[in-house]
């Protein structure tokens, strides 16, 4: 086992970005000094979901759905793997946090979708309702998405946060990734600049 390239820039550069724009849009959404604000992150956060969905088809091998997307078995024993304190190592994602991504992603599609209704006055008081019903829900995921990194980074003896940031885990050489993307990492950040502006427009 040695520090490998596992996450390429795309995902890592994607991961923050939604994070960053999730907390924005939580912290000015009740503001209407900030609403542009507010509208702008969570078009942030749409489009890297929309993007993520594309990338985990035809992404490098640790950021494809198939390398981590687990049936409920597979969840299930790892959780109990946790719960033992003897969590069987993933080099990419473990299966309860294959879960974890694509309820965020999903929410994170679901929540911006509907707060674009609403700023294109659509939907009324019942979707502002189910707007902030979704992006609670989100916050709840996120939560045990952190209590799962922590967990992870505990039992593991690995610095996950550290290693989203760096894109390097512990691996067999044999594992890693040939290239970080930075070219399509850049293709992310067009993607983002282009559809914030349409949906703030």
């Known amino acids: 086992m040695q520090k490998i390239l596992v996450w390429d820039w795309p995902v890592r550069l994607g991961h923050w970005l939604m994070a960053g724009g999730f907390c924005l849009a939580w912290l000015t959404s009740e503001s209407e000094t900030w609403r542009l604000v507010h509208v702008v992150s969570g078009s942030v956060v749409i489009a890297v979901a929309a993007f993520r969905l594309i ?3 035809l992404g490098s091998r640790y ?3 198939g390398d981590f997307v687990r049936g ?3 969840v299930i024993n790892y959780l109990n793997s946790l719960l033992k304190l ?3 190592h993933h080099t990419g ?3 309860a946090g294959g879960w974890a991504i694509i309820a965020l992603l999903g929410l994170a599609i679901v929540t911006s979708g509907t707060g674009w209704l609403m700023y294109e006055d659509i939907g009324g008081h019942l979707l502002e309702e189910l707007h902030e019903g979704l992006a609670a829900t989100m916050l709840a995921v996120v939560v045990v998405h952190l209590a799962g990194v922590f967990s992870g980074s505990l039992l593991h003896g690995e610095n996950l946060v550290r290693a989203m940031l760096t894109g390097y885990k512990q691996g067999s050489p044999d594992a890693a990734i040939p290239s970080a993307r930075p070219l399509i990492a850049l293709i992310l950040l067009i993607w983002i600049a282009a559809a914030s502006w349409f949906i703030a427009t």
């Open 55 to 57: 990338w985990g088809i």
């Open 93 to 95: 994602h473990n299966p």
């Open 63 to 65: 950021a494809r759905f």
């Open 72 to 74: 409920p078995t597979a």
């Open 86 to 88: 003897q969590p069987a």
